[in-house]
């Protein structure tokens, strides 16, 4: 079975600084990792995904994650917090290849950024 | 152009009620799918189409009811409303796994529909 812990639901950063939204997962198989942001009162939107390949996967908006199999882990980074990042984050792990598309999401980690 | 749209975007209603929402993509996707957010903001699947074919049933009450036309819409029935189906209901929609080009396991979201039991 697979599983998503995001740790900290409430992020708060100053404007201009990194941010950090930590993600562990657990999989019995290699996963696929997906990054969602969720702005307030709109659906989700793809921010990166890691499949296969580079560990370090860049996104959109200046957001990358890194793959850490040893760590279980996919933190999403921004070097510099931007006002308009305050948004709701999910973490997802999906089936590898060849599975339909079943994800499972973390409980979401609010961003907040603060002037 | 919206690629996953949904109607309605809220909906009030009083408990024992039978209400639908209406869920259709434009993206030519095979596979669609609903989820429900709680009020905490947890995501789960409830349900996937492929094709018009029920692919994935997340032990949801027999009172919802997925109903799928055409591969472009995903409807979802629910009956008998009670006060703990107060939700956002997103509906989503992505490519056949595998096919050459296609983005592995990349889902679209809809923009949800906040369903209020009364």
């Known amino acids: 079975a697979q599983s998503v812990t995001q740790l900290g639901s409430h992020v708060s950063v100053s404007e201009g600084a990194l941010v950090l939204l930590r993600c562990n997962y657990s999989?019995?198989?290699?996963?696929?990792l997906f990054w969602y942001v969720q702005y307030p009162n709109q659906g989700l939107q793809l921010l990166l995904k890691?499949?296969?390949?580079?560990?370090l996967v860049k996104g959109i908006n200046g957001f990358e994650a890194e793959f850490k199999k040893s760590e279980t882990s996919f933190h999403l980074t921004k070097p510099s917090a931007h006002m308009s990042d305050a948004a709701e984050y999910f973490c997802?792990?999906?089936?590898?290849?060849?599975?339909?598309?079943?994800?499972?999401f973390g409980a979401g980690t609010r961003l907040a950024v603060h002037p | 152009d919206t690629a996953v749209s949904q109607t309605p975007k809220y909906l009030v209603t009083q408990m024992g009620n039978d209400k639908s929402i209406k869920c259709e993509q434009n993206?030519?996707?095979?596979?669609m799918y609903w989820y429900k957010q709680d009020s905490k903001k947890f995501l789960k699947i409830m349900f996937s189409?492929?094709?018009?074919?029920?692919?994935i049933n997340e032990t949801v009450p027999n009172r919802f009811s997925p109903k799928s036309p055409d591969k472009a819409h995903l409807n979802l029935h629910i009956n008998s409303l009670e006060l703990g189906d107060s939700a956002v209901y997103f509906c989503?929609?992505?490519?056949?796994?595998?096919?050459?080009?296609?983005?592995?396991?990349?889902?679209?979201f809809g923009p949800g529909t906040r369903l209020t039991v009364l």
């Open positions: 989503a929609s992505s490519p056949l796994p595998g096919l050459a080009g296609s983005s592995y396991n990349e889902q679209f």
């Open positions: 999989s019995s198989v290699p996963p696929y």
């Open positions: 890691y499949t296969t390949g580079a560990t």
């Open positions: 997802a792990v999906g089936p590898p290849s060849g599975g339909y598309n079943k994800l499972i």
């Open positions: 993206l030519g996707h095979d596979t």
């Open positions: 189409y492929n094709n018009k074919e029920l692919i």
